[in-house]
């Protein structure tokens, strides 16, 4: 969905909203894409408006849908629409329905308008209505109280999941609401909090921002200062093709996500799904999944649905509704609405006691046995560095005076790799001042100190993003182990 916001880049926006699908989608405009409730995609319950659902400061609509013979206890999930989109297109379009009728929840559907914004987006981009107890975020959590009150729902169990300006917004509430929402999905969306103005949301949008994960995980903390309890289960939704919203915003989701978490960035368990669909999983040292990435290869702007009445379809297509995979199905199951507690990660626990002992030029890993493994594998700063058949490893040939990061996992008779253990470091004796490098993206790509990715530049083992891959950005790149740089401007 268009969210750039000013007047001249609207136009060109609304023009796209109106003209820019995938191949074979019929195109709706947003007077002909909304229908009303009678006539939307058959379910069993009930689509309505509810008004008086708190002050509303953000002056938003409030739609729900509840299944029939919905019991009290039930979660809520909260569906925030794109722009020049409605809570009725969200309704029919998005396939959230038929899951909340096989499941059992109740669905929200905020709605603004374009009294608010000329393309009916939310505001993510603004800290005036996007923060906690202001503006719209305020209204979607009186509309969530709203929601408890008048179907008894699990406070416990309510997710926020949206759709391009949508999925700004739910970054958002997760991050200024982590009270409120035990999950969220945020599909073509946007990192929490990575504009605060009208000014920077097209920079988020188009480009890199430059920022280590840390920094995206402070965005998120800072939104309520002081919160302790746990951090919401995040799914983060992105096509490869999306000229909308870039692909790196899906990066600086999982770096700022996986932060907050504090989990690695290395993924613990990868698959495919339909669709082009790749599923990465970043799992606690439990093997519970907290983030999850999935990337739709060739998918441009918009809500992934696959139309059908198979188990893993639902949805129906339109203007930025694609059929390529049903992002609802995979998006329940990871948050545990399909009576599970979301999907695990496949094979053995992880090891406990990790132990690194560090000497000249080694490091001497030991852990616990795992029931039922056949050997383990032993990561350095994220990568495999060999493989045991016992419980201990010897890693050599380490750079004086270094610290590296290791993690263990054990993998089965299969050959299926388990969770990975907590990570340890160790500090390797000696060695002099670590040696720094200043060039360009360009240059430090050809040097192998960094690697490119759909012309974005990653330094090479820790994997912070550099920006644009050309001899125009420069960086400084300080060698901290074997194959391992971080970003360095203005420490050497």
Known sequence: MPLRPTAAVLLTAAALALGATAPGT???????????PSTAAATSGSFQQVTGFGTNPGNLAMYTYTPAGLPSGAPLVVALHGCVQSATDYYRNSGWTKFADQYGFAVVFPQTSSANNSLSCFSWFDASKAARGVGEARSVVEMVTKAESLYG????????TGLSAGGGMAADL??????VFAGGAIDSGLPAHCATTQAAASGCQNSDQGLAPAQWGDKVRAAYPGYTGPWPRVAIWQGTADTVVRPVNATELRDQWTNVQGVGRQPTSTRSLPGGTTQELYADASGKPAVALFTISGMGHGLAVHPGSGADQCGATG?????????GYYTAQFWGLDGGSGP???GLPAPSGLTATASAGSVALGWQAVSGAASYQVFRNGSQVGSATGTAFTDTGLTAGTTYGYAVAAVDGSGTVGTRSAAVTATTPGGGTPQCFTASNYDQVLAGRATQSGGLTYALGSGQSMGLWNTFVIHTLKQTGPGYYVLADGQC
């Open 344 to 346: 695990t990660n496949p």
């Open 319 to 327: 203007a930025y509704f694609l059929d390529t995979v049903c992002s």
């Open 26 to 36: 019929a195109v709706a405009s947003p007077a002909t894409a909304s229908v009303a």
């Open 174 to 179: 997760l991050a200024d609401y982590p009270d």
């Open 153 to 160: 729902s699990d406070a416990h169990r309510v997710f926020v």
